[in-house]
Nanobody, 123 residues
Framework: QAQMAESGGDSVQAGGSLRLSCAAS????????MGWFRQAPGKEREGVAR???????TYADSVKGRFTISRDIAKNTLYLQMNSLQPADTAMYYC?????????????????WGQGTQVTVSS
């Protein structure tokens, strides 16, 4: 079964950086659309960044130029480098494997959601 394990969240000051990790098991991240999501208190879960099976990356407008999604296929691990963090980035961050593999159209989760990792940005 597909499982995700997020880590790397922390509390930082505005302008700081974090790198989140997502260790996947039960499948290869190289053959799926992989995405990072976040959910803040009182808000719906939103997509942050995606990388398709060919390595093409897309980002939400709110994080473009600040976040970078990447993957290490050998380690079967997904990453999210987060720079210039803002208080609005405060949320629980999750990763997931999605279909279709090229991240097009409506996305359907393939993996189970992990426990998430908390990012808190203070001003």
């Amino acid at each position: 079964q597909a499982q995700m394990a997020e880590s790397g969240g922390d509390s930082v000051q505005a302008g700081g950086s974090l790198r989140l990790s997502c260790a996947a098991s039960g499948f290869s991240i190289s053959i799926y659309c992989m995405g990072w999501f976040r959910q803040a208190p009182g808000k719906e879960r939103e997509g942050v960044a995606r990388i398709d099976r060919d390595g093409i990356r897309t980002y939400a407008d709110s994080v473009k130029g600040r976040f970078t999604i990447s993957r290490d296929i050998a380690k079967n691990t997904l990453y999210l480098q987060m720079n210039s963090l803002q208080p609005a980035d405060t949320a629980m961050y999750y990763c997931a494997a999605l279909r279709p593999a090229y991240c097009s159209g409506s996305l359907v989760p393939f993996s189970n959601w992990g426990q998430g990792t908390q990012v808190t940005v203070s001003s």
